[in-house]
């Protein structure tokens, strides 16, 4: 099946600092989504982004679709921006294994 | 409004017993789902269903059992519980093609 890698497995930040997630995925899909599940566990639709770029505040992504990867952009993080973004593929059937994010202030 | 909804958001029970975890949707979405998410964060599919109909079945024991009365709702049955049942189990609905989770249920099995 489709296997899903993110990187970096742990990242930790200066507040104000910016951040580049990376998501690979091993075929082509045609439904690529970002999640941030907060440290209170909740999980939170960023974006649906098969190919092309999003912007959404200080977040952003990009999917090369063709090249197999996609991107989540954190510009100027804040403390409220930790917990772990997962990717995920194939209308949710494969999720990467995340990407522990961590701001200190 | 909450959109999706899932009850219990804590559950802690023995070997052995059997449990359900309710969700709720009120997004209108033909497709639910539940996830398992183990103590190393990591998220597998177990079912998928589309307008009542079961659409996925990931390798899940059969000691789970989805049951959706309704499009707006699915819930898991779980039999004779093991302790590898413990994790947090999240409910999600979609659209074509976005997802939303609900709150998840924590479930301790001992």
């Known amino acids: 099946g489709i296997q899903v890698e993110q990187s970096p497995p742990d990242l930790i930040l200066q507040e104000g600092a910016n951040s580049t997630l990376r998501c690979n995925f091993s075929?082509?899909?045609?439904?690529l989504q970002w999640f941030h599940q907060n440290p209170w566990g909740q999980l939170i639709n960023l974006f649906y982004i098969p190919s092309g770029t999003k912007q959404n505040g200080r977040l952003s992504a990009t999917t090369v679709a063709t090249e197999r990867y996609s991107l989540l952009y954190i510009s100027s993080s804040q403390t409220t921006d930790s917990g772990v973004y997962f990717c995920a593929v194939y209308y949710g059937r494969r999720f990467g294994a995340g990407t522990r994010l961590t701001v200190k202030p | 409004d909450t959109a999706v909804s899932q009850t219990p958001k804590y559950l802690v029970t023995q070997m052995g017993n059997d449990k359900s975890i309710k969700c709720e949707q009120n997004?209108?979405?033909?497709?639910m789902y539940w996830y398992k998410q183990d103590s190393k964060k990591f998220l597998k599919i177990m079912f998928s269903y589309n307008n009542k109909e079961l659409i996925i079945n990931e390798t899940v024991p059969n000691r789970f059992s989805p049951k959706s009365p309704d499009k707006a709702h699915l819930n898991l049955h779980i039999n004779s519980l093991e302790l590898g049942d413990s994790a947090v189990y999240f409910c999600?609905?979609?659209?074509?093609?976005?997802?939303?989770f609900g709150p998840g249920t924590r479930l301790t099995v001992t």
């Open positions: 997004l209108g979405h033909d497709t």
């Open positions: 999600a609905s979609s659209t074509r093609d976005e997802q939303y």
């Open positions: 075929d082509s899909v045609n439904n």
